[in-house]
């Protein structure tokens, strides 16, 4: 038993740091922390239709923890020139901690005068839905959902900026490169560690 114990013990010295980054994570208490936050595409080298550039904002934004219902409004998109302006309505996964309970359960003023008017409740620490969560590592390189292109190069780089951080996502490795004047080499190379439901977010 103990020679067993020894050569288990050795194995596990010389397993890289990043197989052992990808073992299953444990998983953790979360809830949904909606909010808006507003989103400015403008393209360089690359231009979408309106249609299509909200199709792959939603779907990256699921793929890295938001809820389904993401909501996008267009305030601008103009395909000609390559800018467009959205607010997007989401609800995205936070740890339960005490803070972000606390966070999420306190109101102003005009929190309470919108919810009178409209005849609703504002939500109090119980009223949160708590769920199980897993800090899951996702390479907008290769991940198959997302399915994107050299190309896309720049909307990633401008959803890192503005979008990310509001979010539970941590960038792990940012090796975006992207260049109007020489073209776009493969995928955008960009590894970050987002927190999602237990479960697939683009099956839920």
């Given at each position: 038993?103990?020679?067993?114990?020894?050569?288990?013990?050795?194995?596990?010295?010389?397993?890289?740091?990043?197989?052992?980054?990808?073992?299953?994570?444990?998983?953790?208490?979360?809830?949904?922390?909606?909010?808006?936050?507003?989103?400015?595409?403008?393209?360089?080298?690359?231009?979408?239709?309106?249609?299509?550039?909200?199709?792959?904002?939603?779907?990256?934004?699921?793929?890295?923890?938001?809820?389904?219902?993401?909501?996008?409004?267009?305030?601008?998109?103009?395909?000609?020139?390559?800018?467009?302006?959205?607010?997007?309505?989401?609800?995205?996964?936070?740890?339960?901690?005490?803070?972000?309970?606390?966070?999420?359960?306190?109101?102003?003023?005009?929190?309470?005068?919108?919810?009178?008017?409209?005849?609703?409740?504002?939500?109090?620490?119980?009223?949160?839905?708590?769920?199980?969560?897993?800090?899951?590592?996702?390479?907008?390189?290769?991940?198959?959902?997302?399915?994107?292109?050299?190309?896309?190069?720049?909307?990633?780089?401008?959803?890192?900026?503005?979008?990310?951080?509001?979010?539970?996502?941590?960038?792990?490795?940012?090796?975006?490169?992207?260049?109007?004047?020489?073209?776009?080499?493969g995928s955008p190379r960009l590894i970050v560690s987002a927190?999602?439901?237990?479960?697939?977010?683009?099956?839920?």
């Amino acid at each position: 038993m103990k020679r067993w114990s020894y050569t288990l013990a050795a194995l596990l010295a010389i397993v890289p740091a990043s197989v052992m980054a990808d073992s299953p994570q444990e998983e953790v208490t979360a809830v949904w922390k909606a909010q808006q936050v507003n989103f400015e595409y403008r393209g360089y080298s690359t231009m979408y239709s309106c249609r299509s550039l909200e199709d792959k904002l939603e779907i990256i934004l699921r793929t890295v923890g938001a809820r389904e219902n993401v909501s996008l409004q267009s305030y601008i998109c103009d395909e000609q020139l390559g800018i467009a302006r959205f607010q997007i309505s989401m609800q995205s996964p936070v740890i339960a901690s005490e803070e972000n309970i606390r966070e999420l359960t306190t109101h102003d003023s005009k929190d309470e005068l919108v919810a009178r008017v409209n005849g609703a409740q504002l939500p109090g620490a119980a009223d949160l839905e708590r769920f199980p969560a897993v800090w899951k590592k996702v390479s907008f390189a290769r991940d198959r959902d997302m399915r994107l292109e050299r190309g896309d190069c720049e909307l990633v780089e401008q959803l890192r900026r503005q979008i990310l951080p509001r979010m539970s996502v941590q960038v792990v490795k940012d090796n975006i490169r992207c260049s109007s004047a020489f073209g776009n080499i493969g995928s955008p190379r960009l590894i970050v560690s987002a927190l999602v439901p237990a479960k697939d977010p683009l099956k839920r």
